[in-house]
């Protein structure tokens, strides 16, 4: 049975194992797929460059670091080995604050519906990736929610303070995304710690990789066609 996922695919094949697990406990493919979603937000309405910036950054500290800090700490598997959870605690608190803070400065200025998104993203961080409430929230539908849905509502959110149709078309298009992304990569880590026949599980990885980049290369095309 696997101990941890350092054999992982988005994991690198190079430097030492803190190294390793640092960059892999990030899932960037996974944390781009998010921060993308946001993008998409943004990009479904008039925007300005430092907003999506912003909001890239709010995700990717918030999801990217802090989401998968608490994950390590609520998964009962422990996939990445034994971590000292006053390191991930600290670390996740550390980057929610700064996410939080770029959020709150926005809702305050003059994105006010910014307010009921990060609150319904923070009770999302927790309870899906703690597995609070009995594991009730840890579900595929969460994860779309929290990893698809919302962000695309806060890109729009941080730039216009509104959701058009176009924005709604968007998070729906993402949440699909995340949830044929979630109930994959479910499938995937059941038959890596069975050592199932490879074939099998290495075609639901490829699944996992073409879904994740081709939703990041689409965002960096997208954004090209409309900021170039």
């Not at 670091?65 to 422990?78: N, Q, T, V, Y």
């Not at 003059?110 to 840890?138: C, M, Q, T, V």
């Not at 695309?152 to 176009?166: D, H, L, M, P, W």
Request: hydrophobic letters at 50%; aromatic letters at 18%; a positive charge.
């Amino acid at each position: 049975m696997q101990e941890d996922r350092l054999s992982e695919w988005f994991v690198p094949k190079f430097g030492s194992r803190n190294f390793r697990l640092s960059i892999g406990i990030l899932f960037l493919p996974y944390t781009g797929m998010v921060v993308s979603f946001a993008i998409w937000g943004s990009l479904s309405v008039e925007f300005s460059l430092d907003r999506l910036v912003s909001i890239s950054l709010l995700y990717f500290f918030a999801i990217g670091i802090s989401a998968h800090c608490l994950d390590a700490i609520g998964s009962k598997e422990k996939p990445w080995g034994e971590i000292s959870h006053s390191k991930l605690w600290s670390t996740a608190i550390i980057f929610l604050i700064i996410s939080f803070s770029i959020g709150l400065y926005y809702a305050f200025l003059d994105s006010w519906l910014l307010f009921p998104i990060g609150i319904a993203e923070g009770f999302f961080l927790f309870a899906y990736n703690l597995e609070l409430f009995r594991g009730k929230f840890h579900n595929n539908v969460s994860f779309a929610i929290s990893w698809g849905v919302l962000p695309v509502f806060a890109g729009a959110v941080i730039q216009s303070n509104s959701i058009t149709v176009e924005t709604i078309m968007f998070s729906t298009i993402a949440g699909i995304a995340s949830y044929f992304l979630i109930v994959t990569s479910r499938k995937y880590k059941q038959q890596k710690k069975e050592k199932v026949n490879q074939k099998i599980y290495y075609k639901n990885e490829l699944i996992l990789k073409i879904i994740s980049f081709v939703v990041i290369f689409s965002t960096i095309f997208f954004f090209m066609l409309r900021y170039l």
